[in-house]
């Protein structure tokens, strides 16, 4: 029996198949759909997936301020930002976000399911989020998927 044949291979950056994705998300809920987006970014469905490397596609989401949220997390939910400044500390619902600027709220959920070390900052670059349809990542040819379809 060939020993040779069974090693586990390794992806790296080198052989890493990057790939661009559209994920529409109207009407969508946004913990729902920030999780299988980090789940892309991480390239975790993929059969190469490599815990340390960034081998993950890179990500548009589209849409943005038609994201929705249960309940009554729109109004009751508070963010904080702080300053660093004695009474510097912000409170911010996520309506005010959206009235704001929408892609915001999107990206601080997926930012949040991603790693917290280098490789989770390396992989937040591979993100781009839009409030409306309008893109302009069409050079990378980037094919739309449904986020439902993947486990």
């Known amino acids: 029996m060939d020993t040779l044949s069974y090693k586990t291979i390794s992806a790296n950056k080198a052989t890493?198949?990057?790939?661009?994705?559209?994920?529409?998300?109207?009407?969508?809920?946004?913990?729902?759909?920030?999780?299988?987006v980090a789940k892309l970014l991480r390239g975790k469905y993929k059969p190469s997936y490599t815990p340390h490397v960034d081998c993950g596609d890179n990500v548009i989401i589209l849409n943005a301020e038609k994201v929705?949220?249960?309940?009554?997390?729109?109004?009751?939910?508070?963010?904080?930002?702080?300053?660093?400044?004695?009474?510097?500390?912000?409170?911010?619902?996520?309506?005010?976000?959206?009235?704001?600027?929408?892609?915001?709220?999107v990206e601080r959920a997926v930012k949040g399911m991603l790693p917290k070390n280098r490789l989770g900052s390396q992989l937040y670059r591979n993100?781009?989020?839009?409030?409306?349809?309008?893109?302009?990542?069409?050079?990378?040819?980037?094919?739309?998927?449904?986020?439902?379809?993947?486990?």
């Open 16 to 36: 890493a198949q990057k790939e661009w994705v559209i994920v529409d998300a109207a009407d969508m809920v946004l913990g729902r759909l920030s999780s299988k």
């Open 68 to 105: 929705k949220l249960t309940g009554n997390k729109l109004n009751q939910r508070l963010f904080f930002y702080y300053s660093g400044y004695p009474g510097g500390r912000k409170d911010v619902t996520p309506a005010q976000l959206i009235a704001k600027s929408p892609e915001k709220l």
């Open 127 to 151: 993100l781009y989020v839009y409030a409306g349809t309008e893109h302009k990542h069409s050079a990378q040819q980037p094919k739309v998927i449904d986020i439902n379809a993947i486990k």
